[in-house]
C-alpha cells in the first residue's frame, strides 16, 4: 500500500478474468489552502483473446450512493475498514462551482439562470429539445438511445487503455448524508477502490429496439457488476 499525504492510500485489483481495472498512481497537491487536487492514474485492460464491449464512460468516477445505472466507473473510499457511503467527499471543479452557485441562489430566477448557464456549458439546447418533442413522440427515446450507443466501450484483445481523472477535496472531515455520519481522521488510513458496474438488460427501455437487438446479439458484449 502507498499513503497518500496521510489522507488516502489506493488499492489495485483484477476485477473479472476478462478485464483488469487499475489505478497505475494517485498523485496530490494543495493547490489552494483549502483544496487538495488528486491526480488518479488507471486503465483497463482486456484480459481476454476476444474483442469486448460494454457501456461505459471510462473518464468519468461516481461514488457508490450514484452508481445506479451509471455508466462511469464506481469509486468507494475506505476509512481504515469502515466503508464511507457518501457521494460528495470529492467533486470536479465544475460541478462544485455549479452546486456553490445553486446553495447561493435566493431566488428562483436566479437558480433558472444558473441552469441555464450549466445546460449551455453541456450543450444541451431545452428549447430545440421541447420543439423536436412536440414533432417527435419517440424523440427523446431516440436521444437516449443515440447516448448510449455513443457510450459503447470495445477493447481489443490483450490491449490496455490508460486515463487520468482530477477530482477535488475541500478538506472538509465531517461528512453527512442522511442519516449516515462520517470523520475523516488525518490519523486512519484510507483506501481508494475502482469497480465496473456493467450493464445491458437495464437500459433496454432506454434504447431503440434495433439498437437492443443489436447489443444482444454481440455475443462479446459484457455486463455485471464486477468487484
Not at 162 to 182: M, N
Request: aromatic share 14%; proline share 3%.
Amino acid at each position: 500500500m502507498r499513503l497518500l499525504h496521510y489522507l488516502l492510500f489506493f488499492i489495485t485489483f483484477t476485477v473479472s478474468s476478462q478485464i483488469d481495472l487499475r489505478i497505475d498512481s494517485i498523485t496530490s497537491v494543495d493547490s489552494i489552502p483549502n483544496e487538495r487536487k488528486f491526480t488518479i492514474t488507471y486503465h483497463i485492460e482486456n484480459l481476454s483473446d476476444n474483442e469486448i464491449s460494454f457501456f461505459l464512460n471510462p473518464n468519468g468516477l461516481v461514488p457508490n450512493s450514484r452508481a445506479s445505472m451509471s455508466r462511469d466507473i464506481v469509486f468507494k473510499v475506505f476509512q481504515k475498514d469502515e466503508f464511507i457511503d457518501i457521494d460528495n467527499i470529492f467533486g470536479d471543479r465544475k460541478t462544485n462551482s455549479f452546486m456553490e452557485k445553486m446553495k447561493a441562489a435566493k431566488t428562483d430566477e436566479e437558480r433558472k439562470a444558473i441552469m441555464n448557464a450549466r445546460y449551455k456549458e453541456l450543450n444541451i439546447d431545452v428549447k430545440s429539445e421541447i420543439e423536436e418533442a412536440k414533432n417527435d413522440e419517440n424523440y427523446y427515446l431516440k436521444q437516449q438511445s443515440k447516448r448510449l450507443m455513443s457510450d459503447i466501450f470495445t477493447i481489443k484483445p490483450k490491449e490496455k487503455i490508460a486515463f487520468i481523472k482530477i477530482i477535488f477535496w475541500d478538506k472538509t472531515r465531517y461528512l453527512k448524508f442522511g442519516d449516515a455520519e462520517y470523520y475523516l481522521d488525518e490519523k486512519m488510513p484510507h483506501y481508494f477502490e475502482l469497480t465496473l458496474n456493467l450493464m445491458k438488460e437495464q437500459f433496454k427501455e432506454k434504447l431503440l429496439p434495433e439498437d437492443y437487438e443489436k447489443i444482444m446479439k454481440n455475443p462479446y458484449f459484457i455486463n455485471g457488476w464486477i468487484v
